[in-house]
């Protein structure tokens, strides 16, 4: 495995508790990091979890119903990705299995929403013209949310195969379809393919090779 990738997905289960797994999540939350993040398998229900930041979660498996103060409420299922604001919630869940971001840094102001994940993309979004070992691909992309430091949205590309890039920045991808090879030749390589949820911190080295057209959740945090 590549140092500072890891496999989200596959990380060892924080809590079956929605506030327990905030919590857990943010006390165990690396210096430095401007985010958190765990892998959660919830059950059962609560009708006021106290939830102190904003969070994005990602559903990997099972249902999941949330409902704020305010009466807005949302049912997730597999491949599901929604907002969830700093606040009080009520939730309920069925064999729950989802990734959890919380941004204790930043603590952007959300509300409650599931992202749609079938929103027409843009032409945009293109890798370092200068990196590319291929031909360049055709990309396009969508922002949900956008600001200098902190974004996310979906990205899909056609095959492309770049140089190492060193990492300066933070970003988590849910593979939506396809799949994609990181590779470094003093550590090894690592491929992620669809319903894959992994996270690259700053200071991992690797290339990209995508070989069938590709598309993903993404979110980035610059330092």
């Known amino acids: 495995m590549l140092r500072n990738v890891i496999n989200l997905g596959a990380e060892p289960v924080c809590a079956h508790d929605l506030q327990q797994a905030m919590s857990a999540i943010y006390n165990a939350t690396a210096a430095g990091d401007f985010f ?3 892998r959660a398998l919830l059950s059962a229900q609560a009708a006021n979890a106290v939830c102190k930041y904003s969070a994005v979660i990602i559903m990997q ?3 999941l119903s949330l409902k704020t103060a305010d009466g807005t409420a949302l049912k997730l299922h597999q491949g599901d ?3 969830i604001p700093a606040g009080n ?3 309920s869940a069925e064999n729950a299995d989802c990734v959890i971001i919380l941004f204790h840094h930043d603590n952007p102001e959300l509300t409650l929403a599931k992202l ?3 929103h027409p993309m843009s032409e945009g979004g293109g890798p370092n013209p200068a990196l590319l070992t291929s031909a360049t691909p055709e990309t396009a992309r969508h922002e949900f949310y956008d600001t200098d430091e902190l ?3 979906t990205w899909r590309t056609t095959p492309y195969a770049r140089r190492p890039l060193a990492y300066t920045f933070s970003e988590i991808m849910a593979l939506r379809s396809g799949e994609v090879t990181f590779d470094n030749p003093e550590e090894g390589s690592v491929t992620f393919s ?3 949820i992994f996270l690259v911190r700053p200071g991992a080295v ?3 090779n995508n070989p069938v057209n590709l598309e993903k959740f993404w979110l980035i945090r610059t330092a």
């Open 151 to 153: 974004s996310w949205g």
């Open 194 to 196: 669809a319903g894959d």
């Open 81 to 83: 990705i929604a907002n």
């Open 89 to 91: 919630i009520e939730w």
């Open 61 to 63: 498996n099972g249902t």
């Open 206 to 208: 690797a290339s990209w």
């Open 36 to 38: 958190g993040y765990g």
């Open 116 to 118: 749609d994940l079938s």
